[in-house]
């Protein structure tokens, strides 16, 4: 007993001296900020709040004049699109020995999937469905970032998205919120690490605030308008997830929101982040967003759209020089407060105090570092496996007597065919930082080193644009003559991505007219389809042997390819955004209402479309794999919960085919009658289990009165009692279910 009481009170002493160091830090960095603030002259506080673009990568659509006399007079406080430690030393040094008050800058770049080394686009390492692995991407990332003297990147982009149209939905982790929100937090903690004064970590920008990805017609920068209660309960978990994992800033959106742009919007920016989630870092707008709440409507002029910004809680301007031009007269006419200007300039100062800037300007700058780590082989591993695990297997039918995939040893020859085989740029995908395309693997390549040359030939048959199609005789050609055939079809690198949405999403230019000629050979054929979003291949599914969703994989692609094409990875990928059959199922997603009239075959008078089935093509959550898995025993601990009781959900999972492999067993609710609404299925867990072929495992999740909470009829965030549904399953429709009650 006495050593018990003595290990309480040790712990309770360090516990005391932990906070008070911790207070103690804090009053000293609030000290430190205090004691700069009370000397900063206006033009020094207003420099702190610009955000100016290096001209090294043109991420928007405005350029610079000179700014290196802004940065020496003070009037600058970060810069974005300059990276490698000389020329961020050049401008770093511009700023500590040249300025009054020697005030660090900055320096931030969009490092969304891997600075150097690329990693898949975020929307297929989604799919990956592993929050480990994504975690040690943002770390990886953040490593070769800082390695060139950054400290501030752009990134998690968590915008749900439902609309494939939108091009955008390539930067984000898919339609649903709750896996959304797992990575959203996986990528914080990586970017940021342990200590933001560590030289290999950095800030990161939780973007774009808020719902982005819910534009009007899936056009990029259109209007959003949807309900509180639906931004609350689908779009804010993510951002929210986010800033509880201490996420440094924060990126205002371009969209309006409920007719308020989110750059000036102080529901979002004050009430909702500061007020209600406690947000203490700084906000960032996008590339000149406030400028553009002219061309909104929401203000007259620039210099009232920066009144309006920073009256919103928006701290730093983008590239739109808004508060560099206007802010002094603001605060002469009594439009914006001194206090208010000190907030923000304290916000910023704190962040650049706290990764160590204050401390050391040129702690990121470290040339034998810069290339140590760039390229290191840590990284290349390390894109290869998240390549392979973004990989997912749609379609794999039998041919001859065994599944075409993997590919048979005894294959003699073997046409690729594609405008994605010998392609080392589009491998990058959109949003691909500093990425070298002269490192990447094509897919020609991948298989030339697990197969001998002689048996594989490549024609690229078309294109990805336009009309031309004076490859397809040569593809048709050497298809005849193979015996199998490998085509790689999709999207470049411009289809996808910041103002890139697509009205149709079908495969470009010919390569549909493509397949029909080539399916017209009898050959089997099995389809690569690489992308920045779900396309509509409905024809393909009906008409090909196997096909592989890829995304773009990054550095590491063709390898990755060539290792599922083999069998030497058994793809374990699962969807994280539903296809659609038709563009005009459009929006489309598992989490939907089942209205008051749900689909009935034998009824017309319910809700269905006269020309195509209401299920998608692919749904959320799907994929397959080489082995074959199956769900059984599905029991729950009781058949009611109450108050803080817990429901244990246990299943059994067998891996009952001839290949060991990896299944993501996936949880679902459904509230059967609520207050408002309530959608037909609700992710609310998954597990990612290894099963060698033959053996089984029984596997469990917890259910707690937190998992059934929405927002309520007067917007409360609770549950209610009543009847619920569980279902577990390998995909979004293939469940099992069971019923249980909330008391
Ligand atoms: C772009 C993007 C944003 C990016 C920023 C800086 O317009 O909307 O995601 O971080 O500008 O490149």
């Excluded at 998205?161 to 955008?168: I, L, N, Q, T, V």
């Excluded at 931004?231 to 205002?252: C, F, I, N």
């Excluded at 299925?681 to 060698?692: A, I, N, R, S, Y």
Aim: glycine content about 8%; overall charge neutral; charged content about 25%.
């Amino acid at each position: 007993m006495k050593k018990l009481k003595l290990i309480l009170l040790t712990s309770l002493i360090l516990f005391g001296i932990s906070c008070k160091k911790l207070n103690t830090n804090n009053n000293k960095l609030e000290t430190k900020v205090d004691s700069i603030l009370a000397i900063m002259t206006l033009d020094e506080k207003i420099g702190q709040l610009n955000l100016v673009a290096g001209n090294m990568d043109q991420t928007g659509p405005t350029t610079n004049k000179e700014y290196e006399k802004d940065i020496k007079d003070g009037r600058v406080g970060a810069i974005l699109n300059v990276y490698g430690v000389e020329q961020v030393r050049k401008l770093q040094e511009l700023a500590v020995k040249n300025t009054r008050l020697r005030i660090p800058l900055l320096f931030g770049y969009d490092v969304i999937h891997g600075f150097k080394t690329i990693f898949p686009i975020p929307l297929a390492e989604a799919c990956s469905w592993d929050i480990e692995l994504i975690e040690k991407t943002a770390r990886l990332s953040a490593e070769e970032a800082c390695a060139a003297g950054l400290n501030w990147t752009f990134s998690p982009m968590v915008d749900i998205a439902r609309d494939p149209r939108w091009g955008r939905v390539a930067e984000g982790s898919g339609e649903d919120c709750y896996l959304a929100s797992l990575i959203a937090k996986a990528r914080v903690i990586g970017y940021q690490g342990e200590k933001l004064n560590d030289p290999l970590t950095m800030a990161a920008c939780v973007k774009h605030f808020a719902a982005y990805g819910a534009p009007i017609g899936g056009r990029d920068y259109n209007t959003v308008d949807m309900s509180d209660r639906m931004l609350r309960e689908t779009y804010l978990p993510p951002y929210k997830t986010a800033v509880d994992a201490g996420v440094a800033t924060v990126m205002s959106s371009f969209n309006e929101l409920d007719g308020v742009p989110s750059s000036g919007n102080k529901y979002l920016l004050t009430q909702i982040l500061r007020n209600e989630w406690g947000f203490k870092g700084f906000v960032v707008s996008d590339w000149t967003a406030i400028n553009e709440m002219v061309n909104h409507g929401y203000a007259a002029s620039e210099k009232k759209a920066g009144e309006l910004a920073l009256n919103a809680g928006l701290d730093m301007d983008m590239q739109g020089a808004v508060y560099f031009n206007y802010l002094k007269k603001s605060l002469d006419e009594g439009k914006i407060s001194e206090k208010q200007l000190n907030e923000s300039v304290r916000r910023i100062l704190k962040l650049k105090y706290n990764l160590g800037l204050f401390a050391n300007p040129y702690l990121y700058l470290d040339n034998k570092r810069e290339k140590e780590i760039t390229y290191s082989k840590r990284h290349l591993d390390h894109a290869l496996l998240s390549a392979k695990e973004s990989i997912v297997l749609l379609k794999n039918t039998d041919y001859k007597g065994r599944k075409l995939l993997p590919l048979s040893k005894s294959v003699k020859k073997i046409a690729l065919i594609g405008p994605l085989a010998d392609n080392k740029k589009d491998m990058l995908g959109t949003w691909n930082a500093q990425g070298d395309e002269n490192k990447v693997t094509t897919i020609l390549a991948g298989l030339k080193s697990k197969y001998p040359e002689s048996i594989i030939e490549y024609t690229k048959g078309s294109d990805f644009n336009g009309k031309d199609k004076v490859g397809f005789n040569s593809a048709i050609t050497l298809a005849l003559k193979s015996d199998i055939v490998i085509c790689t079809i999709g999207e470049n690198i411009d289809q996808s991505g910041e103002a890139a949405s697509r009205s149709e999403i079908g495969l470009p230019g010919v390569q549909q007219e493509l397949m029909e000629e080539l399916v017209k050979t009898g050959k089997p054929i099995i389809a690569i389809v690489m992308a920045g979003r779900p396309l509509t291949i409905e024809w393909l599914s009906k008409n090909v042997n196997a096909i592989l969703f890829a995304g773009h994989l990054g550095t590491r692609a063709g390898d990755a390819i060539a290792d599922v094409l083999s069998g030497d990875y058994n793809p374990s990928g699962k969807l994280v955004m539903t296809f659609p059959r038709s563009i005009g199922q459009v929006p489309i997603f598992y989490s939907t209402k089942n209205t008051g009239r749900p689909f009935d075959a034998k009824n017309s008078y319910t809700s269905k479309y006269l020309d195509i089935s209401n299920d998608p093509l692919f749904p959320f959550g799907f994929g397959l794999s080489y082995t074959s898995f199956e769900y059984s025993n599905l029991k729950l601990s009781k058949q009611s919960i109450q108050n803080s009781e817990s429901l244990t959900v246990t299943f059994t999972l067998k891996n009952t085919g001839k290949y060991d492999g990896e299944e993501v067993a996936q949880l679902y609710i459904r509230d059967l009658v609520g207050s408002v609404t309530r959608p037909v299925k609700e992710l609310k867990g998954f597990k990612k289990v290894f099963l060698k072929s033959g053996e089984q495992k029984e596997l469990s999740f917890s259910i707690t009165e937190n998992d059934l909470k929405f927002y309520d009829a007067n917007m409360k965030f609770l549950a209610e009692p009543g009847k619920f549904k569980v279902f577990v399953g390998s995909n979004s429709v293939e469940l099992l279910e069971a019923d249980f009650e909330l008391l």
